[in-house]
């Protein structure tokens, strides 16, 4: 993928990716935390301990911060590692659309079921929603090739 500008964006989408790991990172040590944490209790209306400790804080068993790591690690494995396949683009696409979608149910959930918000996930909403932007766009860059 050499079209102008893809290898920019490319870089932003693994920068973005990486801060996902980072951020879901701690949401998983959050979930597992004994104790409260003062850094993201803002009160009950942003408080990520209380979002991280919830009944929808795991899909199946496995928590959902979990899920955000394993799928930013892999978005910043296409990105970098793998950014010159030819299938990437497709795949750049298709994973952060369903980050994102899986995303907005989770606010969906923090807005209407816990009635609380936290620092954290919006951080990662955020995060998946620029990465798709800029994966759509790769997948334009590239589809002109």
């Excluded at 951020?23 to 209790?41: E, I, L, M, N, P």
């Excluded at 799928?71 to 793998?82: D, E, I, N, R, V």
């Excluded at 899986?102 to 936290?118: I, N, Q």
């Amino acid at each position: 993928m050499s079209a102008p500008g893809t290898r920019i964006v490319l870089a932003l989408i693994a920068a973005l990716s990486l801060a996902g790991v980072i951020v879901s990172a701690v949401s998983f040590q959050r979930h597992y935390a004994k104790s409260s944490t003062g850094f993201c209790d803002l009160g009950q209306n942003f408080n990520c301990d209380i979002v991280n400790r919830s009944e929808y804080s795991e899909v199946a068993g496995i928590p959902v911060a979990a899920i955000g790591v394993a799928g930013y690690a892999t978005l910043f494995l296409l990105s970098t590692l793998w950014r010159s396949r030819p299938e990437t683009p497709t795949r750049l696409v298709l994973l952060s659309a369903a980050g994102l979608v899986f995303a907005l149910y989770l606010t969906y959930v923090e807005a209407y079921d816990l009635k609380t918000w936290c620092i954290l996930c919006l951080s990662s909403l955020f995060f998946i929603f620029v990465t798709t932007l800029l994966s759509i766009f790769v997948k334009i860059r590239t589809a002109r090739m």
